[in-house]
Structures are given as structure tokens and as C-alpha cells.
């Protein structure tokens, strides 16, 4: 006969969830400055973006504990991005353990979790939600003085169910490209941001002129100033222009932040620039 | 008094669920040739590939009726890349009419319901898979030969949703960009077309290397050789290379499509070769 008396240490689901809520709210309590990065669209140098800026922040103060959590679950770029493929998340007493990187760069990715590289995550909403949840309650964050939040792709119900479990987020920053086409899904960021009551730090413009290897004249592959004008347009600030550089993209195959690689490059030069900007916005919240 | 018998003519939502099933079957029945078009990731111009392709189709043959199902709803880009923005869809009385673009090609997208450039939608899933049916179901695409459908960036459940209400899909493009980061995506895509069982045509590696405009210098800005490295891998056809050209973005930007702007230019000549690859296996299908 079934037992009802049985069941009774078994949480029903609403109150998993509120447990789980719970264990989101103290884990975040013990994280000082959360910051996501957004975009419009994909493709744009968001993971790109959130790397170095983690890995800069790292730089500038040694004693900084920094962290990523790669949200994008779909198409998941940082570990790649880090040198940290093939590496698994381990579970220990207190948790899962995010991954350590350069400069040690706590990272939490569901790409940790993937069989292979072919293994596309197809799941429906509500599960990748699950997966979010337990990576913020159930990852052994730590004390961290910055956690950057590298949201997927776009303004959908993802990215605003993300925000929904980080409500005390310190601003976001919106990546883009300096395109037109762009610049609409751009408005549409800040406008999601602005809806979400989120603080936007400024918006970041990758991709910008390209100063060819071979005569130094600059080429606009992806059209010019588009971010400025966007910045301008939507009342939110410029934080720098990253221009294109070909070492960028062979640094981010190689597994190594660009500014750590190649500092003495105008792209790591602008970006280091950039990141000051960004931690002084912090410090007077 | 609430009065049960007013109801009798209301379908029950599960009804109107098997109603406009019935209409997207008998809509698509009238459809020769269904192609989409995928990405692992955004911003590698799957939309540039879905809005050329099109212009092309009906550029190589002035009979084919070509249409477009702009199908990512948080970052539509298909209006802006083929000047129709701020248009609007027309309700006749056999439906809802595609606006028509260059080369007679008719689009049908989110953004044409959108007020402003600055709105996101911010949908949950169940919203955005109504908006796709109604897409589906409700537009009068009238007899196609070629519709082509530009998917939500990555392999979530809304690509997922969409390739199931199309289960007749004569084939899938895959497009990518050379750098290695992306080709860990690709992959990601091609498991995700062949577990949906439908047939892949093959890869377009977008954003190949720049010839330098002052200089005649080719500068490999993301890489180089990932696009035939990964359709071998997977066992895929390498169906294009596209050269990135600055016009190309410009052109974009502008609202024409390339091929027909700077017909003579690397870039449009690489992919009118890749058109008649496409024209050639639906043609074997």
C-alpha cells in the first residue's frame, strides 16, 4: 500500500524551489559587485568581453577574487576562451568548485558538463532555468569581491529570468559592434536593461577599425562610429572602442585573454582603458 | 449567472492548438522548397547569408516566388538588411501579406509589429512559439517555390520549436566564420540538425580572409581554413567561403543586399558559386 507517512522528507517541488532560492540569496550575499554582459545579438565580443575585462580586474588587484559564470548555455565560449576545454567541475563538500583560469578566474560554464563538442544543449526553457539556479546556488562561489555574468545572446526570456535571480546586479554592459545593423538590437539591450532596472555602465564597441599588418592604414570592416552614435543616441555612455586586431581572435583560440597575450596591443591598450572605467563606476555605486 | 451554453462557440484552447496546425499544414503544403538557416552562434551573418540567398534565388530565376520567415524574434535584422524598415504587415482577407522586397522577395518578421527600433521582446517561449505559428499559419505566403526561414541564433528549444512545426524541411545551411571558437558551435549545429533529422547541405564560412582595400594584402582577421577544417570533421559539405569586405557591411547597413549592389565584387561572386551548390541539391532532393 502506498505510504503517504513515507513521503514526508520529501521536499514537494515548491519547496525545493524556495530552498533553492534561499541558497541563491546566501550565496550571493557573499559576492560584493555582480556585473552582466549583455548584447543584442551574438557574435559581437561578448564572451570575448567578459574574459578580459575578468582577467583584467584579476590583474589590476591581486588580492580581487573574481569569477565568471558563463550563462550562455547554448553556445558556451568562455572555457575555450580560457584554455580551460576538457576541464570538469568538481563536487566537493561545500559545493561545485568553479574551474580555475588565468589569474585565477573562477569559472562555472555548462560547458564543463558537455559530453563532447558535437553535444548541443536542446532543452527547453524551464530546464535551462534549472541549470541556472543550481549553478548560482549550488557553486561553491566563495567570497568574491567581482562576479561577471556572461548572459546569451539577445533581450529573450533567458537573459531576463537570469536578471530575475540576481536582483542586486551593480549595472550591465552592453557590447556591440560598430555596424548599424547592430545599433537597432542595441537600443533594444538598453531598453531591456532600462525595463529590467538594471544600471547600464555604458556600452562597448568591438570590432572598430582594423589597422592592416601589412601597410597601417585602417580599414572599416564593420562600418564606423556606430557605438558612439548609439551611446549618444540612447543616453548611455561609450566605455571604449576595441578595434579589430586578427591576434584577438587567434589569442581567443589559443585559450589566452588577449590583454594578457598581447598587452602591449591598441586593442589590450583600449580595453585596459575601458576596464578603469568600469571600476570606478563600481566604487562609487 | 455565468452561463455555459455562451461558451459553446469558443474553441477550448486545444482546439484552436489543432486549428492552426491545420492551417500551417495546408499553408506549407504550397511551399516547393523549405531551407533554413542556422548558426551555432549569432552575429556570423546568418541573416546577410538568408537575405542573399534569397535575392539570389530569385535573381537566377525571375519566375520563383522567394520569401523569407524571419524567424528570430528577439534580434530581427532581415527588415533593416533589406531596406524595409518600418513597414508594416498588411491584414487582407486571405491573410496576413508579406511586405515585398528587392527582387519581389516577401518578408515576413517581428520587427514590422514592433513600434520602435528600442522595443525588445522580451517573451517568454510559449509567447514567441504562438508568434511563429501565427507566422506559419496565418501569412498568406501564397505557392512558393523557396521559402527560407533565418532561425534564432544557436541551437536552443526555439530552434528546436520552429524546426519541428516544419517538419518538411528540404535542408539546413549552417553558417560560421573561420575563427576556432565558432567551430565548437558549428558542430554543436550539425548534431543538432541531424538529431531533427533534417538533411544538412552543407557549411558557408562567412567573414573569410580581407583582402586590404589600400593595399591588396589579404589579412586573416578570424582565422583561417576553421570553416573546411570543421566540415570535414563532421562530415559536412564545405558549400562557400565569403571574403569579409567592408562593403558588405556597408551594404548591409544601407538596406540592399550585396549581391546585387556589388555584384562583381570576391564576396558576391563566392556566393552566387554557393547558390547553384543550394539550387543543385534541392534539385536532387
Given at each position: 500500500m502506498y505510504d503517504l507517512a513515507e513521503q514526508k522528507d520529501v521536499p514537494n517541488p515548491m519547496e525545493q524551489r524556495s530552498q533553492q532560492m534561499e541558497l541563491i540569496k546566501k550565496r550571493m550575499s557573499r559576492v560584493k559587485h555582480k556585473i552582466a554582459v549583455i548584447s543584442g545579438k551574438g557574435g559581437v565580443g561578448k564572451s570575448l568581453v567578459t574574459v578580459n575585462l575578468a582577467t583584467a580586474l584579476a590583474v589590476n588587484d591581486k588580492d580581487r577574487k573574481v569569477a565568471i559564470?558563463?550563462?550562455?548555455?547554448?553556445?558556451?565560449c568562455v572555457p575555450k576562451m580560457m584554455g580551460l576545454k576538457g576541464q570538469r567541475l568538481d563536487v566537493g563538500p561545500v559545493g561545485i568548485a568553479p574551474v580555475k583560469g588565468p589569474e585565477g578566474v573562477g569559472v562555472v560554464s555548462m560547458d564543463f558538463l558537455l559530453?563532447?563538442?558535437?553535444?548541443?544543449?536542446?532543452?527547453?526553457g524551464p530546464l535551462k532555468m534549472g541549470a541556472i539556479r543550481q549553478f548560482l546556488g549550488e557553486?561553491?562561489?566563495?567570497?568574491?569581491?567581482y562576479l561577471l555574468v556572461d548572459l546569451p545572446?539577445?533581450?529573450?526570456d533567458e537573459s531576463l529570468s537570469i536578471l530575475q535571480l540576481l536582483p542586486e546586479m551593480d549595472g550591465v554592459i552592453i557590447v556591440t559592434i560598430p555596424s548599424e545593423v547592430s545599433q537597432a538590437v542595441v537600443k533594444k539591450a538598453v531598453t531591456f536593461a532600462r525595463k529590467m532596472e538594471v544600471p547600464v555602465f555604458g556600452v562597448i564597441e568591438n570590432m572598430a577599425g582594423l589597422v592592416c599588418p601589412h601597410c597601417g592604414e585602417t580599414i572599416n570592416v564593420f562600418s564606423e562610429g556606430g557605438g558612439a552614435r548609439v551611446a549618444e543616441e540612447m543616453g548611455v555612455e561609450l566605455l571604449g572602442s576595441i578595434p579589430i586586431d586578427p591576434r584577438v581572435s587567434t589569442d581567443s583560440d589559443e585559450g589566452t585573454p588577449f590583454i594578457l597575450r598581447h598587452p602591449d596591443s591598441p586593442a589590450a591598450k583600449s580595453f585596459m582603458g575601458l576596464v578603469e572605467k568600469i571600476e570606478n563606476k563600481v566604487k562609487n555605486k
Open positions: 559564470l558563463d550563462a550562455d548555455l547554448t553556445g558556451p559530453p563532447t563538442d558535437d553535444s548541443p544543449v536542446i532543452w527547453r557553486v561553491a562561489w566563495g567570497p568574491l569581491d545572446p539577445g533581450t529573450g
